[in-house]
């Protein structure tokens, strides 16, 4: 995945889609280039709807600069391997 810093990466998860499009915008006003939002498995839909209403809303310059896609490895707490999609949709104004 390209290379960027954590404080230009928001996280999405289970809270409201509102939540993690303010703190996109946020790092838009804050000067920051590129913005990478992140996603796992349920979530993923999430951050599309993030991304599409950061670009159509609040920051129209905003455009998507790259979508990766991979699958992550994570351990359960029964010690388990499971495969989860991930996503990380690059922002760039």
Do not use: C, H, W
């Not at 590129?34 to 809303?57: H, N, Q, T, Y």
């Amino acid at each position: 995945m390209a290379e960027q810093e954590d404080d230009n990466t928001v996280y999405v998860g289970s809270k409201p889609a509102m939540s993690y499009v303010l703190a996109v915008v946020t790092q838009f006003s804050e000067g920051q280039e590129k913005v990478f939002v992140k996603a796992r498995g349920k979530a993923i839909s999430r951050a599309v709807d993030v991304s599409e209403m950061v670009k159509r809303k609040f920051v129209e310059e905003a455009e998507v600069e790259d979508i990766e896609i991979d699958t992550d490895q994570i351990e359960t707490d029964e010690g388990e391997e499971l495969d989860v999609s991930s996503i990380q949709i690059t922002m760039a104004k």
